[in-house]
């Protein structure tokens, strides 16, 4: 069974940046995605950012050159950078992983694994 525990939310003000952890257990796939979702209050939970384990992206528009999605296989340990957030980037922020699996996406269904969440909120 994979673990994964999220850190690093907290409260920052537009424009600002923050920096999420995701530290995971060892994984035995050869083959995965890992990445990050987040859900709003009221909302449905949206995928941000995922990657492959060979290095492929999906970057969500709406996070476009603001979020960019990072990966240390010596700590297993997921990062998400958020730069220059907006308020509506306020959320709970989920780290995900599937199991073996060769293409990714940002459909929350194909994920397995799910961390505990860690609340963002930005200030305007």
């Known amino acids: 069974q994979v673990q994964l525990v999220e850190s690093g939310g907290g409260s920052v003000q537009t424009g600002g940046s923050l920096r999420l952890s995701c530290a995971a257990s060892?994984?035995?796939?050869?083959?995965?995605?890992m990445g990050w979702f987040r859900q709003a209050p009221g909302k449905e939970r949206e995928g941000v950012i995922v990657m492959h384990s060979g290095g492929g992206r999906v970057v969500a528009n709406s996070v476009q050159g603001r979020f960019t999605i990072s990966q240390d296989n010596a700590k297993n340990t997921l990062y998400l950078q958020m730069n220059s957030v907006k308020p509506e980037d306020t959320a709970m922020y989920y780290c995900?992983?599937?199991?073996?699996?060769?293409?990714?996406?940002?459909?929350?269904?194909?994920?397995?694994?799910w961390g505990q969440g860690t609340q963002v909120t930005v200030s305007s």
């Open positions: 995900a992983a599937t199991g073996l699996r060769h293409d990714c996406g940002l459909a929350g269904y194909d994920y397995n694994y």
């Open positions: 060892r994984y035995t796939a050869s083959s995965y995605c």
